[in-house]
C-alpha cells in the first residue's frame, strides 16, 4: 500500500485575541545560528573526479536564521557544501514537519557550491550524468550528523528569537567571470569569458536587534565555488567560506552566503590547485569587503515586516532518452504524449511588499536571473539558487547550439526551459506575489479560485482544490490529494471565461493491484466518466486525455470523486486536472 509515503502534517495555529477596539500588535523576531559541520575523519569530497580529503583548509558550518513576524516563521539555512539531491531535502523537511510542525515551504535549504566540501545522502542527478564518480558507498553516518546537527540548530535558532529590525540593500562585486570559454568553431568549454554574460549585483538582507545591533547579514551572490581544483584535497568552504569567516570577523555575527544564478559564472581565479595558487585570501577583499561596504549603505531598518511564502511547480520537458533516479521520482511525470517532464520546485518569500526572493534547485545561467530582476514588480528581487536540492544546469535556450558541459553533460532539460521557467516565474511574480497579502496563516494546500491562463489552460491542482470528507489526505511531498476510501471527493471553484467544450487531462498515480476503479468529473449537470488506468505504482505519475467537457461560461464548483462512492477502497493519487478549451460556441 502506498500510505508509508503519507506524511502526516503539523501546522501551526496562531489564535489572536482583539479586545475591542483594539487591533493585534504583531511584533517580528528574528536569531542566527552557526554550527560546524567539519567532518573528524577523511571524506569523500564532492564536486569533481571522486577523491578522499586529505585534511582541513578551512571549516565548514551550517549557518542558519529564523524569522518570525507574528504569524509565521521562516528558517533559512545556508551550508558549505556543494550539491544534494533534492530527495535529501525532502527527508529533512520531513523531519522538520513531524517533530518541529515547521511547513516545507517555510524551510529553504541553500548550498554555498563549494566543491571541497563532502558528499551528503545520494547523489540523485549527478550520478546519471558521472557515474564513474559514484562507485563507493553513500555515507550515511556524515549524512546523519549533517541532518541532526541542522535540526538541533533550527531548535535552537527557533528557542533563540527577539525582537529584531531588517534592512535591505545592493552592492557589487567583480569577484567572478563567464566561464563559458567560446572558440573559433562556436564551441563551448569550461575557461573564462570576459566578454560573456555576468551578473556581478549582491543582494543583501541586514537582521538587527530591537536596539540596532547586528544580528546577521545574508548575502546574496553568483560565483562558482571552485576557486580550488581537484587536485586540492583539503576541506574547503573556498571562496564562499573564506568570505563568510572574514566578514563574522569584522562584524561580530553570523553571515549567511546564498550563492545566485552562478550556472555560467567562475571565480576570476578558478580550478587552482592549493589556496595561494588561487590567490584564495583576495577574495575577502574581492567580494568581503564589497559585503561589508553595502552593509555600511543600510541606513533604514524596519520592524513592521510581514513574510508570504509560496511554490510553484513548473513542468518543462525532459532531455530525450534521458534516465532517471529512482529517489526523484516526484520530480517527473509522464506527458499524455508520452513526453517525460521535468517537475521543477519553485519556491517564494515575499518580505513586505518590496522585497522577493525566488528559489530554484538547479545552476541557473544569469541572463535568466538578470532578465526576471528587470522585470520583477518588486524593486528588490533576488535569485537563490541551489536551493532545496540539485536538478542540474539550466541554461538558455541560445546557449545550447554552443555545447559544452553545462549544456551536453550535466542539463536534464530542453531549449524550451528558459521559456518556461520566465513565464512562470514573472507570472507569479506579477500575480499571486503581489495579490497576497503577506504575513497570513498559510499551509501546504490552499484552495483558491481557479482563473485560466493567457492561453485559456484551467489547471485544477491538488494545491488549489479543497479535499472533502474525512479521509483524503493533502500529500506535500508529493503536490498530491491521496484516496484512502471511495466516498472522498475534491471540489475546485473555477472561474470559466468561455462557454465551450475543453480537453480534461488527468494527472494521477495508482498502484496496478488498486487500478480500475471508475471515477467521475462534474461541473454542473455536465459529467465525464472513465476507469482509472494503470500508472506502474504509486510513485509514477502519469498524465492522460480523459475526454471532452463543456464549460458555463462564469464561476462554477468542479468536484473529482468515484462514480461508485458507497466502495470502501482507494481511488488514486490526484496531481492535477487541466482543462484546454477546444472549441467554443
Known amino acids: 500500500m502506498k500510505r508509508f509515503r503519507l506524511l502526516l502534517s503539523f501546522l501551526l495555529l496562531f489564535t489572536f485575541k482583539l479586545t475591542s477596539g483594539q487591533e493585534f500588535k504583531r511584533e517580528f523576531k528574528a ?17 569533481y573526479a571522486a577523491r578522499k580529503s586529505t585534511g582541513i583548509h578551512d571549516r565548514i558550518y551550517h549557518r542558519i536564521v529564523a524569522m518570525d513576524d507574528g504569524v509565521k516563521q521562516f528558517f533559512l539555512v545556508s551550508t558549505d557544501i556543494c550539491v544534494m539531491s533534492p530527495s535529501e531535502y525532502d527527508h529533512v523537511a520531513s523531519l522538520l514537519e513531524k517533530e518541529l510542525g515547521i511547513d ?11 566543491h571541497s566540501a563532502p558528499e551528503v545522502g545520494v547523489p540523485g ?48 562585486s567583480q569577484a567572478n567571470v563567464n566561464r563559458r570559454a567560446i572558440d573559433e568553431n562556436g564551441k563551448a568549454s569550461l575557461g573564462l569569458n570576459p566578454e560573456g554574460a555576468v551578473d556581478r549585483k549582491i543582494g543583501l538582507l541586514r537582521l538587527e536587534h530591537e536596539d540596532g545591533s547586528a544580528m546577521a547579514l545574508i548575502a546574496n551572490y553568483a560565483i562558482h565555488g571552485t576557486v580550488l581544483g581537484p587536485a586540492h584535497t583539503e576541506i574547503s568552504g573556498d571562496a ?3 568570505v563568510s569567516d572574514y566578514v563574522e570577523q569584522k562584524l561580530g555575527v553570523p553571515l549567511l552566503f ?47 515586516i510581514k513574510l508570504f511564502t509560496g511554490s510553484h511547480i513548473i513542468e518543462t520537458p525532459r532531455k530525450p532518452n534521458l534516465s532517471w533516479p529512482k529517489d526523484l521520482s516526484r520530480y517527473t511525470q ?4 508520452g513526453m517525460h517532464m521535468v517537475l521543477l520546485p519553485a519556491r517564494f518569500l515575499k518580505i513586505n511588499e518590496e522585497v522577493a526572493i525566488w528559489s530554484l534547485p538547479v545552476e541557473l545561467f544569469c541572463e535568466i536571473s538578470n532578465e526576471i530582476r528587470d522585470r520583477s514588480p518588486f524593486p528588490f528581487t533576488f535569485f537563490y539558487g541551489y536551493t532545496n536540492g540539485w536538478l542540474g544546469y539550466l541554461p538558455t535556450e541560445k546557449e545550447w547550439k554552443y555545447g559544452g558541459y553545462e549544456v551536453e553533460t550535466v542539463s536534464p532539460y530542453t531549449p524550451i526551459v528558459e521559456k518556461h521557467l520566465k513565464e512562470a ?68 471553484d473555477v472561474e470559466v471565461e468561455l462557454d465551450g467544450d475543453y480537453q480534461a487531462e488527468l494527472v494521477w498515480s495508482v498502484s496496478d493491484k488498486e487500478a480500475g476503479t471508475e471515477y467521475l468529473l462534474e461541473a454542473g449537470k455536465k459529467k465525464l466518466s472513465g476507469v482509472v488506468d494503470r500508472s506502474g505504482s504509486w ?47
Open 240 to 242: 564562499p567560506g573564506i
Open 258 to 304: 546564498i550563492n545566485g544564478a552562478a550556472g555560467n559564472l567562475a571565480p576570476i581565479y578558478s580550478v587552482y590547485p592549493n589556496p595561494k595558487a588561487g590567490h584564495l585570501s583576495q577574495f575577502k577583499v574581492l567580494l568581503g569587503d564589497k559585503i561589508l561596504e553595502a552593509n555600511k549603505e543600510i541606513v533604514n531598518s524596519r520592524s513592521d
Open 539 to 585: 510513485e509514477t505519475f502519469k498524465s492522460k486525455n480523459i475526454g471532452i467537457i463543456p464549460l458555463k461560461q462564469g464561476i462554477q464548483k468542479i468536484v473529482f470523486r468515484s462514480k461508485e462512492p458507497a466502495i470502501k477502497s482507494v481511488l488514486l493519487d490526484l496531481r492535477e486536472i487541466k482543462l484546454s478549451p477546444v472549441s467554443n460556441k
Open 104 to 114: 516545507p515551504e517555510n524551510f529553504w535549504w541553500t548550498l554555498t557550491h563549494t
Open 125 to 172: 542527478l549527478p550520478e546519471l550524468f558521472m557515474g564513474d564518480r559514484y562507485k563507493h558507498e553513500v555515507d550515511t553516518a556524515y549524512t546523519s550528523l549533517v541532518e541532526q546537527s541542522l535540526i538541533k540548530g533550527i531548535i535552537e535558532a527557533r528557542g533563540k528569537l527577539v525582537k529584531a529590525k531588517l534592512g535591505v540593500g545592493w552592492g557589487f
Open 334 to 337: 509522464t506527458s499524455s504524449s
Open 31 to 47: 536569531s542566527a545560528v552557526k554550527i560546524d559541520i567539519t567532518p573528524k575523519e577523511p571524506k569523500m569530497l564532492l564536486g
Open 425 to 492: 516565474i514573472l507570472g507569479y511574480l506579477e500575480g499571486e506575489m503581489k495579490s497576497n497579502i503577506s504575513s497570513q496563516p498559510q499551509s501546504n494546500n490552499k484552495p483558491s479560485l481557479v482563473r485560466a491562463d493567457a492561453g485559456g489552460l484551467l489547471r485544477l491542482s491538488a494545491r488549489n482544490g479543497k479535499g472533502i470528507s474525512p479521509n483524503i489526505k493533502y500529500m506535500p511531498e508529493w503536490w498530491a490529494f491521496g484516496w484512502f476510501t471511495n466516498s472522498d471527493r475534491v471540489e475546485w
